[in-house]
């Protein structure tokens, strides 16, 4: 039996959390199961701890709007067209959700680099981890939603120096240009508060974890 790991900490397991949560969101729309679950008493308590960050509120309050207001099918729809703009179509009206056409310069917005180093990279660093992309998850490896499920992974693996390190590569690095892109051609509100909210969540776990 493997022993628990002496970053299993509270803390650390709170993160991961956060970053599962952030993960899932940017993975694929939110379906009807999906949105039962993040509309339960546990989940709006979460978002209510997150919301006790004064710099996170804002933008965990307008995803608990636009989730209390999704009671049917064509809000659903609406919210799956926004998602689908956004991530899965490329063009000037897409935020490409992918980490190396924001840090290396070769993909343009409509021809995005895709697959390319920072894809190789993190293939290479789940490999090594034991992990992998699931197969029903047709996305490069330095897709958003792949990045912060391997920091949540790595919450409670590795030491802090290590985790800010990685963070502040893989992710702190390009969010900002990221949620900015999605604010300016998000068409509703939700996508655009989970992006920033992700930006501002990611730079405040980077200037905790180097105390």
Not at 13 to 19: L, P, S
Not at 72 to 101: H, M, T
Request: charged residues 20%; negative net charge.
């Amino acid at each position: 039996m493997n022993k628990p790991s002496i970053y299993q900490t509270p803390a650390n397991q709170a993160r991961a959390r956060v970053y599962r949560l952030l993960s899932d969101l940017f993975a694929k729309e939110i379906d009807h199961q999906r949105l039962q679950s993040l509309q339960s008493a546990d989940a709006q308590a979460f978002f209510d701890l997150l919301a006790g960050e004064s710099r996170l509120a804002p933008e965990v309050n307008t995803i608990q709007e636009v989730l209390a207001g999704l009671g049917d099918e064509p809000s659903l729809l609406n919210l799956a067209a926004d998602y689908c703009g956004l991530f899965l179509v490329g063009g000037k009206q897409s935020a490409n959700p992918y980490a190396g056409l924001y840090l290396t310069p070769d993909g343009d917005e409509e021809q995005p680099l895709l697959f390319g180093s920072q894809h190789q990279e993190m293939l290479a660093l789940l490999k090594q981890s034991k992990l992998g992309v699931q197969s029903d998850f047709p996305e490069p490896a330095d897709h958003i939603s792949v990045i912060l499920a391997y920091v949540a992974q790595q919450a409670s693996s590795l030491d802090d120096k290590a985790q800010q390190r990685f963070i502040a590569k893989y992710l702190d690095a390009w969010l900002t240009e990221f949620a900015k892109r999605v604010s300016d051609r998000d068409p509703g509100r939700f996508y655009q508060a989970l992006a920033r909210l992700t930006q501002i969540w990611v730079s405040l776990d980077c200037e905790a974890l180097r105390q």
